[in-house]
């Protein structure tokens, strides 16, 4: 029974991991080096294999931008509005435009963390 309900949790936080990675528009990779642990970890988080501990959980949550219990809730994160938007931006594009657009946001966005990690606000 203790099992089941592991699996299920796993299989749970899993998913919502990978769909605030998604949303964050974060590789497994990128999520790995950012909450320093192996590329196969964050892919075993994401099918279930396994549970992070709580502190990594923890680490999860600020790296995703949203809060524990928003990981381990039943319901798969609510995409955010500007996903929203380059859905229907991208929508009429042929999957290999598609590719394309997703990956020029790639770019920027990886361009973006470098800047902001060399020059960051002081608050």
């Given at each position: 029974m203790v099992?089941?309900?592991h699996s299920a949790l796993a299989l749970r936080?899993?998913?919502n991991i990978a769909a605030f990675r998604r949303s964050a528009a974060l590789k497994q990779e990128q999520l790995a080096e950012?909450?320093?642990v192996e590329i196969s970890t964050?892919?075993?988080y994401e099918t279930g294999a396994t549970l992070p501990s709580l502190v990594?959980?923890?680490n999860l949550a600020k790296v995703l931008h949203c809060t524990m219990a928003e990981l381990l809730a039943e319901k798969t994160p609510a995409h955010s509005p500007e996903a929203i938007r380059i859905?229907?931006?991208i929508e009429p594009l042929l999957p290999a435009e598609r590719k394309m657009v997703i990956d020029v946001i790639e770019t920027m966005v990886g361009f973006l963390r470098q800047?902001?990690?060399m020059h960051?606000?002081?608050h």
């Amino acid at each position: 029974m203790v099992k089941k309900y592991h699996s299920a949790l796993a299989l749970r936080l899993g998913r919502n991991i990978a769909a605030f990675r998604r949303s964050a528009a974060l590789k497994q990779e990128q999520l790995a080096e950012l909450i320093e642990v192996e590329i196969s970890t964050v892919s075993r988080y994401e099918t279930g294999a396994t549970l992070p501990s709580l502190v990594t959980l923890a680490n999860l949550a600020k790296v995703l931008h949203c809060t524990m219990a928003e990981l381990l809730a039943e319901k798969t994160p609510a995409h955010s509005p500007e996903a929203i938007r380059i859905e229907a931006v991208i929508e009429p594009l042929l999957p290999a435009e598609r590719k394309m657009v997703i990956d020029v946001i790639e770019t920027m966005v990886g361009f973006l963390r470098q800047q902001k990690a060399m020059h960051p606000r002081k608050h």
